[in-house]
Structures are given as structure tokens and as C-alpha cells.
């Protein structure tokens, strides 16, 4: 049973340009989280998604910063525009049950790097 | 504003005796209480979690213990075995606790070193 898959495990981008992550939830896993670690820090909560729906994006930053689940294939974080700020591991976690009180599995993250 | 404490950056412990690392929280609408570990260029491995309706929850080695009034939680691992050396991530959730409505709320972790 395949664990969470993230792709790329790196990315380099230089300022200005896109990045897209993805992300596959374990099999049988319908909520997506997206969290960014920056150097030094904690995880920190970005978005919360199940199939096609948005739940809760309360830690995204406004602008350039957008996240889907499509009913079909992995879960895409999308940063527009990068910046030099945005050079973080940013790890994925799926699990069968939302509600908060229950263990996510994560993935290995993506570590971008803008230059 | 952190929610999640974790005041010690790093702890050293000889092989064979108790880690014991230590977790607080200001929030009081978290309910659900989890310990991550992470070892370098991997993500985090789920370890032992709490509910806040227990104040002990034991798997193995990993013994969590929450004392609610104090909002604190530590995990004891014993004996500690070199390849217990890693990053833990204390983190904890609950409907109305900012976190994101189920995310979690992680604190900046503690680097345990096991030491032979």
C-alpha cells in the first residue's frame, strides 16, 4: 500500500515563475492538507481539501497561492510568480476521516528553491 | 503567536534511559494531541496521539501523558534506542482552534539526540 507520493521531491525556479506540486493521498484517503515548513520552523497549516471542494484555506496566502483536488489525479499546489521568500519543504499529508481528530500520513514534501 | 510550544531546540540522551520531551499550548479549543517524528529530507512519521478525555495514552516504548489543567503534554520514550534520534514534532487540533478547520497546529520541534 503506497504511502503519500509527492513529486518533485525538488524544484528550483527562479523568481517570477510557477511552481506546481503534486501530491497522491494513500489509497482510500479523500482529505488532502498542505503544509509549508520554512527553516528553522514548525509545519504550518496552508489548505485543507477532499475531492473537488476547498474546505478551509485559512493559512494560504492571499495572492499568487492557489490548491485543487481534482476529481480525478493528485492534488496540485500552484505558486504563481515565486519568490525568494516562498523557498520552503512543503509537505502534503492525506487521511481517511476529516474531522481534526485523527493521524495524517505524510508524504516526503518538495523542497523549492527559488534563486 | 505560537499555540504550540516546544521550549527545547534539542535534548541529548544517553542509550537505554528516558527521553522525555516536553509540548504546551495556549489554546484551549485543541482537543486532539499528536507527537511527529522526522528524520532529515523525509516528512513526518505519525507516532502516538491523545484525546482530550484521557490523560495517558501508552504504545510500546511511546507514552504520551496530557495534563489539560497545565496545558502540557510530554512523551516519555524508554528505553531509548539510537535510532530514536531524530526531529518530533509535537502538534495538536480542534473544531474552532484556528488551526484550520481540521489542520493541524504544529509546534517548532525538538531535535533528540540518542547518544551511546
Known amino acids: 500500500n503506497a504511502g503519500v507520493m509527492q513529486n518533485p521531491r525538488h524544484l528550483v525556479r527562479r523568481r517570477g515563475q510557477e511552481a506546481r506540486l503534486r501530491c497522491s493521498p494513500m489509497?482510500?484517503?479523500?482529505?488532502v492538507y498542505w503544509y509549508r515548513q520554512l527553516p528553522e520552523e514548525g509545519l504550518k497549516f496552508m489548505v485543507y481539501l477532499q475531492k473537488e471542494n476547498i474546505i478551509d484555506e485559512s493559512g494560504m496566502p492571499k495572492e499568487r497561492f492557489s490548491a485543487e483536488f481534482p476529481k480525478e489525479g493528485p492534488s496540485i499546489l500552484r505558486i504563481q510568480q515565486v519568490v525568494r521568500g516562498d523557498s520552503a519543504a512543503y509537505f502534503c499529508?492525506?487521511?481517511?476521516?476529516?474531522?481534526?481528530?485523527?493521524?495524517?500520513?505524510f508524504g516526503q514534501g518538495t523542497r523549492l528553491t527559488v534563486v | 503567536d505560537q499555540q504550540v510550544k516546544q521550549n527545547s531546540p534539542s535534548l541529548s540522551v544517553q542509550e537505554g534511559r528516558i527521553s522525555i520531551l516536553n509540548c504546551d499550548y495556549t489554546?484551549?479549543?485543541?482537543?486532539?494531541f499528536l507527537w511527529y517524528k522526522k528524520y532529515p529530507a523525509e516528512g513526518p512519521t505519525f507516532l502516538i496521539s491523545?484525546?482530550?478525555?484521557?490523560d495517558k495514552n501508552e504504545d510500546g516504548r511511546f507514552t504520551v501523558f496530557l495534563n489539560k489543567s497545565a496545558k502540557h503534554l510530554s512523551l516519555h520514550i524508554v528505553p531509548s534506542q539510537p535510532g530514536d534520534s531524530a526531529v518530533y514534532f509535537c502538534?495538536?487540533?480542534?473544531?474552532?482552534?484556528?488551526?484550520?478547520?481540521?489542520?493541524?497546529?504544529f509546534g517548532k520541534g525538538t531535535h533528540l539526540i540518542i547518544q551511546p
Open positions: 489554546n484551549s479549543m485543541f482537543d486532539y
Open positions: 499529508a492525506s487521511s481517511p476521516l476529516g474531522g481534526g481528530n485523527t493521524e495524517a500520513f
Open positions: 489509497k482510500g484517503h479523500s482529505h
Open positions: 491523545i484525546s482530550s478525555i484521557k
Open positions: 502538534a495538536a487540533s480542534g473544531r474552532g482552534s484556528g488551526g484550520g478547520a481540521d489542520g493541524l497546529t
